[in-house]
Antibody, heavy 118, light 108 residues
Framework: EVQLVESGGGLIQPGGSLRLSCAAS????????MSWVRQAPGKGLEWVSL???????YYADSVKGRFTISRDNSKNTLYLQMNGLRAEDTAVYYC????????????WGQGTLVTVSS | EIVMTQSPATLSVSPGERATLSCRAS??????LAWYQQKPGQAPRLLIY???TRATGIPARFSGSGSGTEFTLTISSLQSEDFAVYYC??????????FGGGTKVEIK
């Protein structure tokens, strides 16, 4: 069974750093395209970042230069390193697996809440 | 960046009735469009990709249509478990992948 479990969220001050983790089971992270999608409280979905199986990465302009997506193949885990956090980064962060038939996302984690506030 | 606009923002429907949700793209996305369902406190769930292909396990009462810039998600006979927020997403031209603002389907 495919499962994605995020962790690492919490309350952080503006300008701070946080690393989110997404532990996968039932499939191999390194063989798939994986993404982070976030949702601010009461708002819609916003794509954040994506990593190809080959390692190429992409970012939304709103996080480029501040966030880094990566993975640890030995742990079958996806990460999102978030630096220079701002209030507008406050959101639930979901990791998601790209569907092999399209660029939609067929499996999602339950999300982890990041709150940026002083 | 392709902007996705969903309408209406809220749709009030009685159980058993048909619901029709719209999604418009600011430029053509061909047939590269997906729909998701999200219930409160839950992650989104993929319903449809490629405009009209249902994802695994999705009931036949969900159907998608359209092409180019205009797309529709139809729920033929609303069940109690279908009351949720629905999002469209384009993947024709990215980055960025972009989502619509969502349509909330509520009980009338």
């Amino acid at each position: 069974e495919v499962q994605l479990v995020e962790s690492g969220g919490g309350l952080i001050q503006p300008g701070g750093s946080l690393r989110l983790s997404c532990a996968a089971s039932g499939f191999t992270v390194s063989s798939n395209y994986m993404s982070w999608v976030r949702q601010a409280p009461g708002k819609g979905l916003e794509w954040v970042s994506l990593i190809y199986s080959g390692g190429t990465t992409y970012y939304a302009d709103s996080v480029k230069g501040r966030f880094t997506i990566s993975r640890d193949n030995s742990k079958n885990t996806l990460y999102l390193q978030m630096n220079g956090l701002r209030a507008e980064d406050t959101a639930v962060y979901y990791c998601a697996r790209r569907d092999t038939s399209s660029w939609s996302f067929d499996y999602w984690g339950q999300g982890t809440l990041v709150t940026v506030s002083s | 960046e392709i902007v996705m606009t969903q309408s209406p923002a809220t749709l009030s429907v009685s159980p058993g009735e048909r619901a029709t949700l719209s999604c418009r793209a600011s430029q053509s996305v061909s047939s590269n469009l997906a729909w998701y369902q999200q219930k409160p406190g839950q992650a989104p769930r993929l319903l449809i990709y490629g405009t009209s292909t249902r994802a695994t396990g999705i009931p036949a009462r969900f159907s998608g249509s359209g092409s180019g810039t205009e797309f529709t998600l139809t729920i033929s006979s609303l069940q109690s478990e279908d009351f949720a927020v629905y999002y469209c997403q384009q993947y024709n031209n990215w980055p960025p992948l972009t989502f619509g603002g969502g349509t909330k389907v509520e009980i009338k």
